[in-house]
């Protein structure tokens, strides 16, 4: 979708919309694409789910950080662990280490994610295979407050592929995960599997990937979208 008609369905949605967090985050201009990546901010974003379908499964934990001025700004970490309906399925809790009793005491989604919105307000979000984020919190917000979740995103996953094609880079699929990628970018090894940790991972992951790539030409935020 085009800068300019995203823009148009983010001012549609705050007039439509009655006070509310989602509102609040409407109000703020999204980042142009045509701009320096360097002058944007972003919040690195990940979500453990006890599924991935996010039309029927639920948020188990929510982990961000902003970046800003090419730098991670540890002071914003933040990880949320958020309570669930019904049992933890057992292959997922096997993955991320959630159990029934840690969820139960669990803070409610409506109470992280206008959290989580007024971070993202104005900025944009990375993750790493961003569809599973952006389908989860868009669904949130609807199950909140009736409307979807518009914003920019940079998916890291989406820039490596787009990087070893362009240089004719044979791969396979295991090689797009976020830790083989930071791997090959010599970057610090985090615990797999936790919000926070993974978050972390892709904000690092997003900056060696952008000092790859830039080449003093003053690349855009569209390049890496």
């Known amino acids: 979708m085009s ?11 705050f007039r ?4 509310c967090p989602l509102r609040d985050y409407f109000a703020w201009p999204l980042p142009q694409p045509s701009r320096d ?31 800003a001025g090419q730098r991670i700004r540890l002071g914003t970490a933040r990880h949320r662990l958020l309570r669930v309906e019904g049992a933890i399925p057992a292959e997922s809790a096997v993955i991320h280490q959630i159990t029934d009793d840690e969820a139960a005491t669990g803070l409610d989604l409506a109470h992280v ?16 295979h961003a569809r599973i984020e952006l389908g989860f919190l868009s669904a949130a917000c609807k199950q909140l407050w009736g409307v979807g979740l518009l914003i920019r995103a940079v998916d890291t996953q989406s820039v490596a592929r787009r990087l070893l094609e362009r240089r004719q880079i044979p791969f396979k699929g295991s090689d797009l995960r976020l830790h083989a990628l ?3 970018y010599n970057l610090p090894r985090h615990g797999a599997h936790n919000a926070l940790s993974d978050a972390l991972s892709a904000a690092e992951l997003f900056l060696a990937q952008a000092a790859y790539r830039d080449s003093g030409h003053g690349m855009k935020l569209g390049d890496f979208l």
């Open 3 to 13: 800068g300019f008609l995203l823009e148009q369905r983010r001012l549609a949605r």
């Open 16 to 19: 439509r919309l009655p006070d």
């Open 37 to 67: 990546y360097r002058s944007v901010e972003y919040v690195a974003v990940d979500l453990e789910t006890t599924g991935l379908d996010a039309r029927k499964d639920q948020i188990l934990s929510i982990g961000w950080v902003v970046v």
């Open 113 to 128: 994610l206008p959290e989580l919105l007024w971070e993202l307000s104005g900025r944009v979000l990375i993750a790493h």
């Open 182 to 184: 930071c791997e090959r």
